[in-house]
């Protein structure tokens, strides 16, 4: 079983700044890519960023700038630092990897979700 447990989220004024982190555990054999969706009420999951193995990263354009993303294959742990957020930042934050061997299937894993509240 292949466990991901998200921490940092909060409320947070406009402006600041959270780093969310996000761990993965149990048997798997080795992580592909690693990334970020956020969801609001009533809308789809969309992209935030995303970070290969190799260290490839891409952002969705709203967070560009603003948002980095980064990855310790040690720790198996992806993260999010989110600087000059915006209300229209506010939701819940999903961290998903991608782990399977080479040549084989893939499979992809999520987080629970950590809310994250920007207030004007």
């Known amino acids: 079983q292949v466990q991901l447990v998200e921490s940092g989220g909060g409320l947070v004024q406009a402006g600041g700044s959270l780093r969310l982190s996000c761990a993965a555990s149990?048997?798997?054999?080795?992580?592909?890519?690693m990334g970020w969706y956020r969801q609001t009420p009533g809308n789809e999951r969309d992209l935030v960023a995303t970070i290969t193995s190799g260290g490839s990263t891409n952002y969705a354009d709203s967070v560009k700038g603003r948002f980095t993303i980064s990855r310790d294959n040690a720790k198996n742990t992806v993260y999010l630092q989110m600087n000059s957020l915006k209300p229209e930042d506010t939701a819940v934050y999903y961290c998903?990897?991608?782990?399977?061997?080479?040549?084989?299937?893939?499979?992809?894993?999520w987080g629970q979700g950590t809310q994250v509240t920007v207030s004007s």
């Open positions: 149990g048997s798997f054999f080795s992580i592909d890519a």
């Open positions: 998903y990897i991608v782990v399977g061997r080479p040549r084989e299937p893939k499979y992809i894993y």
